[in-house]
């Protein structure tokens, strides 16, 4: 099904981004791209979780569809169940974990001034990609 979805991103003119990304705590669609605005569909693997990490250019709104989500922002844990959401400042230290034992589903707006993967400062990681 990834072909079929990375096809449709080759198809998009002028965006060299994937539709659809394998990650080593599941997996991301982007739903969206624009200048204002990027929304992507994140799933996140039972017992998995994202980098400990901040952004300089965006924040983000993360909107929970499905499956229990444990954030960390700014130090501090909670839990955001479904038709919840958190709020991610730009430059405030967040992780989205998935504790459950079913499949994390979310939906991420990120608003800013720039969207790319390389606006991910790393503090902490499980797959080792801290620089």
């Keep these: 099904m990834s072909t079929d979805r990375r096809s449709l991103a080759d ?4 965006d060299s ?12 669609t982007v739903l969206a791209d624009e ?6 569909s994140i799933t996140v693997a039972p017992g998995q979780r994202l980098s ?28 955001v169940l479904p038709g919840h959401y958190a709020d991610i400042p730009q430059g405030v230290a967040h992780r989205l ?3 459950g034992t ?6 991420e707006v990120q608003y800013g001034d720039y969207f ?16």
């Excluded at 200048?35 to 992507?40: C, E, M």
């Design 11 to 14: 198809r998009r003119a002028n």
């Design 17 to 28: 981004s994937p539709l659809y990304e394998d990650r080593p705590w599941g997996s991301y």
């Design 35 to 40: 200048d204002t605005h990027k929304v992507k």
């Design 52 to 79: 400990y990490q901040r952004h300089s250019h965006r924040s983000e709104h993360w909107f929970v569809i499905s499956g229990d989500a444990t954030v960390t922002l700014d130090g501090v844990e909670f839990h």
């Design 97 to 99: 974990e998935n504790q």
């Design 102 to 107: 079913q499949p994390l589903v979310i939906i």
């Design 116 to 131: 790319g993967e390389d606006d991910i400062i790393r503090l902490s990681d499980d797959y080792g990609r801290v620089e």
